[in-house]
């Protein structure tokens, strides 16, 4: 039987389990694995300036393409704490994640040694399984274990903690003849599937509603099938956008509070049946369930069971992944049609494009300062439908939602649950290493960009190009925005006179200049009309010189954007909306006066 370090097993479990890049900081605790990483070969690693920053870019990485699963390493005590956010973002979008962490030595792991932190407690809450390996011999095992629970049921995240004696210790191990474990998803029957459907059948105005599961399970081209079999329109969720290109004609837009097309919202409201797939009813999703649920019909599928009922009581639930729960839908749907016992659902369909064309924001404006719907409306002009966008959490991510164009599954990678600020640069340099032939476009804004804006240098160091978009307010828009609730506009503003910059007048940070600092490019744009020349600039660098490039747009300091604090029937639209066909120039559908 070949020997090893045990740090040398759990790498050679790492490439047969189909890891082919990780990212980290190296340390004191962990270095044992480290020259195990280097001693094996065939992982690539990213060097980070941060450790959350690592632990988000693994999830941009998991999130670009199916199967994948990112790596993030860290040493022992604060490495450990810094991760924290990232399984918790990990874990709220079912999205699976190794961390591994080092840890001080077993004989004193208890005794206040330095940097000795119980990680694995810590993590508990936000993993699927966290665990600190006081035996050599058990390392195989928890890796196997790690890959088989990432993959089996609802993904997540695992923590696996090295202490460094365990690193050390020579096991017996053959790589040669390891094996993966199967992964368990449970899966809908004939039965329920047929069930669901004559449930379906008889309503007269049904949705889908096509959630992040469906993209975890690989099966939006199942679900685009099933509606075009049965002519039943698609409302994506936010973690879901993409399943359905947003110019088919089932799109009938996303609904919510926050992040959804005023179509969206007016076409879920005049549904009698919802059929929800791979979806988790988030709450800026429903807003107040008796809005949200009266007079409608539901059926939940989803691949946890305990999901199920857990917002609100469906009217009939699956337990079931996505993918094999879509196929029976597939087939079901199939078999009535060549029947003649679908009904025909062209006239509702119809209606919801309808109303996608009546009901717009406005987003041309040429307002200078400008105001944010137009860096939208210009990004939709200058980034195609092979584009994937990056964003977390602000003003810039509502407004993004309610205005970009997305085309294809994985071309929204949006931190949904979690919503971390300085997420996007970490998460956008996942994404760009994971697919760097397609063009990666990322949006922040100010305190978003600033929150982890020293990973730009990881770009620039390991040439990963991707464009930036940061629209700047001086702000913190989105609290700014609800404050108003409260009659206050407190610690919220982030103007300031810099010394150094009396040109930027009060919108304080040299964005530019940091930027250029860390080894990237950066444009400044101050009027609307330059804005698509500053894209077409910002390609160009990022092609020559495979780094990073920034483009800000210096907005007007306050903009409301259109929400609700409370229920879909209600939101707030702050800003004039289109009335004519040249307001919403980059709209799917030409505005219908």
Known sequence: MPRMTAA?????????????????????????????????????????????????????????????????????????????????????DSIPILCITGQAPTAVILKEDFQAVDIASIAKPVTKAATTV????????????????????????????????????????????????????????????????????????????????IINADASELLVEFAELTGIPVVPTLMGWGIVADDHELNAGMVGLQTS??????????????????????????GKL?????????????????????????DYGIASDAKAALELFVEVAGELKAAGKLPDRSAWAASTQERKAQLQRRTHFDNVPMKPQRVYEEMNKAFGPETRYVTTIGLSQIAGAQMLHVYKPRHWINCGQAGPLGWTIPAALGVATADPETPVVALSGDYDFQFMLEELAVGAQHKIPYIHVLVNNAYLGLIRQAQRNLDIN???????????????????????????????????????SGLGAAFEEAKKLAAEHRVPVVVEAILERITNISMSGSDIASVNEWEDLATEPGHAPTAIKPLKV
């Open 8 to 92: 040398r097993a759990a790498v050679e479990i790492l490439k047969r389990e189909g890891v082919a890049h990780a990212f980290g900081v190296p340390g004191a605790a962990i270095n044992p694995f480290y020259a195990a990483l280097k001693g094996a070969g065939g992982i690539d690693h990213t060097l980070a300036r941060h450790v959350e920053g690592a632990s988000h870019m693994a999830e941009g990485y998991t999130r670009t393409h199916p199967g994948n699963i990112g790596v993030c390493i860290g040493t022992s005590g604060p490495a450990g704490t810094d991760m924290i956010t990232g399984l918790y973002s990990a874990i709220g």
């Open 134 to 213: 006081m035996e050599a011999a058990q390392v195989p095992g928890v890796f196997q274990q790690a890959f088989h629970l990432m993959r089996s049921g609802r993904p997540g995240p695992v923590l696996i903690d090295l202490p460094i004696d365990v690193q050390l210790t020579e096991i017996d191990f053959d790589p040669e003849t390891y094996e993966p474990l199967p992964a368990f998803k449970p899966a809908a029957t004939r039965a329920q599937i047929e069930k669901a459907v004559t449930l379906l059948n008889a309503s007269e105005r049904p949705l889908i509603v096509a959630g992040g599961g």
């Open 261 to 286: 097309h005023r179509y969206g919202n007016a076409n879920f409201l005049e549904s009698d049946f919802v059929l929800g797939i791979g979806n988790r009813w988030a709450n800026r999703h429903t």
């Open 290 to 314: 008796d809005v949200y649920t009266q007079g409608r019909t539901f059926v939940h599928v989803d691949i946890e069971p305990t999901q199920i009922g857990k917002i609100f009581a469906p």
């Open 490 to 528: 407190f610690q919220v503003n982030l103007e300031f006179e810099n010394i150094n910059a009396p040109e930027l007048g009060v919108y304080g940070v040299d964005h530019v200049k940091v930027a250029e600092g860390l080894g990237c490019k950066a444009i400044r744009v101050t009027d609307p």
